[in-house]
């Protein structure tokens, strides 16, 4: 499965136990390689063809065979995401589709049930909407949903909970701060009149 990314590059999955005809293949069909007799000639020459290693990578039309090939062999290396201020459930599900973290859905298909135990703010949730923390964040190809959801409600917990004060309305604060994120993102007099007219 390959994606295009901005500038050329796609983000292009190698799976567990696909043959070198099945990669090369799908490299060739992508535009990422001309000749996909080339890549299994110069893997098996380079003795890689064993070794290339399943996961999401970022590959460009312009890298060479023998680069790709060694990105193959290597392993996939962290995806950086960022999130940005503001972005719903959704967007920031759609943006770690996007990057190859998660398959589209996994974000929104999680429940506070699944982790709740080790973030006792759940409580009562029914959504991580407003609890995943705005930041750049870097995972690991392939990973959970639970480790992905989980480091972005530890930098809740260390950074945003402790904002928000201690008592039982803490969260209608969070509600709040997120209405004021959501209607006036980018400018700072902005926020201070929304939550002027919200409080």
Request: charged share 25%; glycine share 10%.
């Given at each position: 499965?390959?994606?295009?990314e901005?500038?050329?590059?796609?983000?292009?999955?190698?799976?567990?136990?696909?043959?070198?005809?099945?990669?090369s293949?799908?490299?060739?069909?992508?535009?990422?390689?001309?000749?996909?007799?080339?890549?299994?000639?110069?893997?098996?020459?380079?003795?890689?063809?064993?070794?290339?290693?399943?996961?999401t990578?970022?590959?460009?039309?312009?890298?060479?065979?023998?680069?790709?090939?060694?990105?193959?062999?290597?392993?996939?290396?962290?995806?950086a995401?960022?999130?940005?201020?503001?972005?719903?459930?959704?967007?920031?599900?759609?943006?770690?589709a996007?990057?190859?973290?998660?398959?589209?859905?996994?974000?929104?298909?999680?429940?506070?049930?699944?982790?709740?135990?080790?973030?006792?703010?759940?409580?009562?949730?029914?959504?991580?909407?407003?609890?995943?923390?705005?930041?750049?964040?870097?995972?690991?190809?392939?990973?959970?949903?639970?480790?992905?959801?989980?480091?972005?409600?530890?930098?809740?917990a260390?950074?945003?909970?402790?904002?928000?004060?201690?008592?039982?309305?803490?969260?209608?604060?969070?509600?709040?701060?997120?209405?004021?994120?959501?209607?006036?993102?980018?400018?700072?007099?902005?926020?201070?009149?929304?939550?002027?007219?919200?409080?």
């Amino acid at each position: 499965a390959s994606q295009r990314e901005a500038g050329g590059a796609h983000v292009f999955t190698v799976l567990p136990g696909e043959s070198l005809r099945g990669l090369s293949g799908r490299l060739q069909s992508e535009g990422l390689i001309r000749s996909a007799t080339s890549f299994r000639f110069y893997s098996v020459a380079a003795g890689s063809a064993h070794v290339l290693r399943p996961g999401t990578y970022e590959v460009t039309p312009s890298e060479s065979v023998p680069d790709i090939v060694e990105k193959f062999a290597v392993g996939p290396k962290d995806i950086a995401v960022v999130i940005h201020e503001g972005a719903t459930l959704r967007d920031i599900d759609r943006t770690l589709a996007k990057r190859g973290v998660l398959p589209l859905g996994a974000i929104e298909a999680l429940l506070p049930d699944d982790l709740r135990a080790r973030y006792p703010f759940l409580k009562n949730t029914k959504s991580f909407e407003g609890f995943l923390f705005p930041d750049t964040y870097k995972f690991a190809p392939g990973s959970s949903a639970q480790v992905v959801v989980g480091k972005m409600l530890d930098a809740f917990a260390a950074v945003a909970y402790p904002e928000l004060g201690a008592g039982s309305d803490w969260y209608s604060r969070l509600i709040i701060a997120s209405l004021i994120e959501k209607e006036a993102p980018d400018v700072a007099e902005d926020r201070v009149i929304i939550s002027g007219i919200i409080a």
